[in-house]
Each structure stands twice: as structure tokens, then as C-alpha cells.
């Protein structure tokens, strides 16, 4: 299982983190990471991590999120600054074997930014 966490209302500028703790056998699907769905639009990958560090962000975060994953808690985070209205979303935490399918989902937390 994958259950997300660290969600919440922040003005713009602010930062967050969110949290996925995976079980065990979870943790050892080779990418873990993160997408997001705003009201009226498509679900998107946003950051992932694979088993040997590699990541991948989406274009629109890059150099404000940064994905990372703790090995011994079987935790991957995401660390989000510099946010805006625009990073408002349903963010879920997904895994797969590629960060290119990703289709294991765990339940979303709310991000709520605040112009």
C-alpha cells in the first residue's frame, strides 16, 4: 500500500512536504513518485524517484520540488517550494516499474495554495 500524507492550505511562496509510506513489498517497485490532478484536468506525473536515485520532474516544477526516498522508512517525500496557485491539486503518491508506468496508486492528499 502507498498512503500519502502532508497535505494542507499554504499561501503562495510557501512551501510543503508530503509524505508516501509504502509497504514493504511496494517499496521495492523500482519508481515511486508523485502525481496530481486540479479540478478539470488530467491527472500528471510530477516527480518520481527510481530504486537507484534517478529522478524525473515535470517541466512546471522543476527547481521548486525535489523528490527524494528514505530506504530505511520506506518513505519517498516530496518537497514543494516556491509553491502557486497553480500547483493546487489532488496529489497521489503512484509507483511502477518504469516513470514511464506508474499505475499503482495510493490515496491523494489535498494541496490547497492561496494567492
Known amino acids: 500500500q502507498l498512503q500519502a500524507s502532508g497535505g494542507g492550505l499554504v499561501q503562495a511562496g510557501g512551501s510543503l512536504r508530503l509524505s508516501c509510506v509504502a509497504s514493504g513489498s511496494t517499496f521495492s517497485i523500482n519508481v515511486i513518485g508523485w502525481s496530481r490532478q486540479a479540478p478539470g484536468k488530467q491527472r500528471e506525473l510530477v516527480a518520481a524517484?527510481?530504486?537507484?536515485?534517478?529522478?524525473k520532474y515535470a517541466d512546471p516544477v522543476e527547481g521548486r520540488f525535489t523528490v527524494s526516498r528514505d530506504n530505511a522508512k520506506n518513505t519517498v517525500y516530496l518537497q514543494m517550494n516556491s509553491l502557486k496557485p497553480e500547483d493546487t491539486a489532488v496529489y497521489y503518491c503512484?509507483?511502477?516499474?518504469?516513470?514511464?508506468?506508474?499505475?499503482?496508486w495510493g490515496k491523494g492528499t489535498l494541496v490547497t495554495v492561496s494567492s
Open positions: 524517484i527510481s530504486s537507484g536515485g534517478s529522478t
Open positions: 503512484n509507483a511502477g516499474p518504469s516513470f514511464y508506468y506508474m499505475d499503482y
